[in-house]
DNA sequence: GTGAAAGCGCTAACAA
DNA sequence: TTGTTAGCGCTTTCAC
């Protein structure tokens, strides 16, 4: 299929009239090799077309230079801009990448995994999925002590590292920005509760609702998958309430939007008669009429910052041990939640 | 690192007193040995937990069960789709996939191929960036013989497959259907017509033009990125118009609903004033008011057919060759067109 | 139906 | 500073 033979390092270093070895440090400028010899080989090899092969070399180092991904799903705008950040940090630093995506589904994640594992991986970097209860297919890494950092949907387990915001902060500001543009019956849309952004962003709501003496009412906690169809599910429940909420406060922009959509359809009026606030900083948050509240989420710098400490332990072997990142988020006020007098004109808070 | 040594078949070998050939081929159900063996191999490497050594596998055949997929950006809806599509397909027949984002540049994508020629993927797909111009970084897959399946964005080249939909046709469609609903003065957002997408939906769009008696006029052709600021930019050009279009033909939908919220900024009424159509059907064509006349786009389908013709090609061995598959588009008419008479309700065309 | 043996291309310990 | 050599784990031809 291939064609023709490949050019290995014997050719190189039979036209050279040296060793394979000598070819081989001089390829990866081993300070052993006099300078001259490792241009000489390196010339050489550009010339005549070679390419390590990457099969042999990770056979025999038992490293391949390649981390793992497993996202919940590629199609979102956040995973997506993770992703890139990983990218730009692997490519530095000449680790290949093997993206995979869970569908959102734990069964699938498994299959990731142990595909990945098998693949035999030098790390893992890993957001979870939606559904996923039980952690036993992460014993085959930590078995192995396969480094793996979690990222965005974390879990808590034994030495691994993770890198977040603080959802339970930002849950806690969404829900008092609606609270102080005079919502007092705030619906919150949120996603499976054992994802830590999910249950940290409910708290978070749970204690801004607390510290304002509104009584929290479990009848306006909708879980969902917050998926566009869910979304429109929440305004249908939301539009056969008998008291209508005034605020919404969404785990997700997707979710956010869609029941806007739908509660815009019903004729309800956006931010006058609810308030909604969402989560991610999506693109769509600022095409929706009015502008979607929501909090900006640094999905590049996680996605960064997960591959730099992962290729940190990869490499300074077990320096740099942290447990936990946090990087910083912004409430990023727009037009859907403000109800505060006449001046309803757009701003961004914080920029 | 990996902590201890991993099983191998000597192993295996080892424990049941029979040589590591034997145990190789029991592996994988090769018929000389006897059906017994056979079990007894599978379940006490299964026991062990022995997982096959791909790099010496790989080593062995050179060839690696991995296909390498490039395309020029992860984080749009029709990208993701088209992946998840590829996925399905080459997890069903076990090939492994290595994902890579050239992002929209030719530099970018060159060093993507090399990478992925690099860890010697059995083949390629490929959905050419932005502003590749040249395509001399393909000649190193062509004089291999490595199969390439270009799809969307495709190359016209010697013996390479195709999958793409009929872009001449839904720029011809698109643009007739803005011409029936009364459009005379017809702005064209195109990408680079380098590309074959934007290429065609442009020759279609000049055709819908000439069939309907309407001079084309080059003033109204606008080439950008296509993106939110491109967008943008398109819409303040046309607000300086001494006389403003009445339609937009935009080649995506990214493009459109940025010129749509801006020019709705500056108070222009859409479709009354200026329609507007897109390109893709993504998400965001529902969430914009009014919703986006767009054309559907079977990214999915596309890519679990590149997959497949990939995998056929990789091993039916040159049966099954055919040069382009087109698939079927959709032209779905929103609000964002309709401007005849009273009626102006939401409709979908087709479905 | 099973085994022996060679070798895929590279690396690294050891020797020189 | 360079060379020799022994594998990494698997597949496959050839032999029995």
């Known amino acids: 299929m291939k064609g023709n033979r490949e050019v290995t390092i014997y050719d190189v270093a039979m036209a050279l009239n040296i060793s394979p070895s000598t070819v081989s440090r001089g390829l990866k400028d081993h300070p052993h090799i006099r300078l001259e010899t490792r241009e000489k080989i390196k010339a050489l090899a550009n010339e005549m077309g070679y390419q390590r092969n990457k099969f042999a070399s990770s056979l025999r180092k038992k490293r391949t230079e390649t981390i793992g991904v497993v996202v919940p799903k590629l199609n979102s705008y956040f995973m997506a801009t993770a992703i890139a950040g990983i990218e730009k940090i692997t490519n530095q630093h000449g680790y290949g990448l093997i993206i995979s995506s869970s569908q959102e589904s734990e069964k699938k994640e498994v299959t990731c995994i142990s ?63 609606l609270i102080e543009q005079g919502c007092r019956k705030i619906i919150h849309l949120a996603g499976n509760l054992l994802r830590n952004v999910y249950s940290e962003r409910f708290k978070g709501y749970r204690q801004a609702l607390a510290d304002n003496g509104i009584k929290y009412n479990p009848d306006l906690l909708i879980v ?27 785990a997700n922009d997707t979710s956010a939007v869609a029941v806007m959509v ?19 900083n999506e693109p769509v948050s600022q095409v929706i009429k009015p502008n979607l509240t929501t909090v900006d989420y640094p999905a590049r710098e996680i996605g960064e910052i997960a591959a730099t400490s992962l290729i940190n ?8 041990d942290f447990s936990t990142i946090i990087l910083k988020h912004k409430l990023i006020v727009r037009d859907s939640t403000m109800r505060r007098s006449g001046i309803n004109i757009t701003m961004e808070s914080i920029r």
Chains 1, 2 share one sequence.
Request: glycine share 6%; aromatic share 10%; proline share 3%.
């Open 224 to 250: 969902s998958e917050l998926n566009n169809q869910t979304g429109i599910d929440a305004a249908n429940i939301i539009l056969r309430m008998r008291k209508r909420p005034d605020g919404i406060f969404a």
């Open 115 to 177: 595909t990945l594992f098998n693949s035999r991986v030098d790390g893992l970097l890993i957001s979870l999925a939606y559904d996923t209860r039980d952690l036993d297919h992460f014993n085959l890494l930590f078995n192995k002590e396969l480094p793996v950092v979690f990222f965005d949907r974390v879990a808590e387990c034994r030495g691994c590292m993770s890198v977040v915001i603080d959802n339970y902060k930002a849950g806690y500001e969404a829900t008092s920005h």
């Open 262 to 280: 739908e509660l815009q359809k019903a004729g309800i009026k956006i931010p006058d008669e609810v308030a909604v606030a969402g989560f991610n």
């Open 313 to 320: 332990k990869l490499t300074n072997n077990e320096k740099f």
